[in-house]
């Protein structure tokens, strides 16, 4: 009886997945926020797409919340062990990342490994999120260096096609990983969620963008 019921309920995620894939997913805004009129259909997508993300097994890539230049690149000497010589977060990022963590909360979303780039601004997003963090360089930003981008993104798709086991895995990085995995260019905080398959291989689900009010 046990192994019908865990059948249909993968059978229910499975159609759900497929059915959130042919209607896509707008942002995600946060309660108190406007958005204009809703299309039809966008509550349920969201909801569905955290449904998935309770069921876990999932990977979520996650490019770094808002920093205090945007957009803008590591000023001239850049040290990756110096923060101070970085573009870093905003206290208006921070307040992103504290609310994408609060969200996943609320929402019961079990989060079973994160990883990062090891640009300060990434770890920082994670941690203030989720709390901790396990620096990969595989994330790590090669804007300024793109021979280093094909071998990246290649150890990205592979560990993204893994289905993780406990609950999801959360990577965050930057926007030129993010698109150069997926195609899409998400936004600073923007999360585009990944269904695994195995082999390197894997689908989008949908995307999320917690909205979050800028201060003034």
């Known amino acids: ?21 042919q209607l896509g997913a707008p942002a995600l805004i946060a309660p108190g926020e406007s958005a204009g009129p809703a299309a039809p259909g966008a509550t349920s997508v969201e909801d569905g797409l955290w449904a998935l993300l309770r069921a876990g097994g999932y990977v979520v890539l996650m490019r770094h919340v808002s920093t205090e230049v945007t957009p803008g690149f590591d000023p001239p000497g ?21 609310g994408i963590g609060a969200a996943f909360r609320s929402r019961g979303i079990p989060v079973s490994r994160v990883l990062s780039s090891r640009w300060c601004r990434c770890l920082e997003t994670a941690r203030l999120a989720f709390g901790t963090v396990e620096p990969w360089p595989a994330l790590d930003s090669y804007h300024e260096d793109r021979s280093r981008g094909p071998a990246q993104t290649a150890e990205v798709k592979r560990r993204a096609g893994e289905r993780p086991v406990g609950g999801n895995v959360i990577m965050v990085t930057h926007e030129v990983n993010v698109a150069a995995a997926t195609g899409l260019s998400p936004a600073p905080g923007e999360m585009v969620i990944l269904a695994p398959e195995g082999d390197g291989r894997f689908q989008p689900a949908g995307r999320l963008l917690l909205s979050v009010r800028p201060p003034g």
Do not use: I, K, P, W
């Not at 870093?88 to 307040?95: E, V, Y």
């Open 78 to 98: 850049f040290q990756l062990e110096d923060c101070a010589t970085q573009r870093n977060l905003s206290a208006f990022g921070r307040d992103e990342a504290r």
């Open 1 to 21: 009886m046990h192994g019908c019921a865990t059948r249909s309920a993968r059978l229910a995620v499975a159609a759900l997945l497929a059915l959130l894939l």
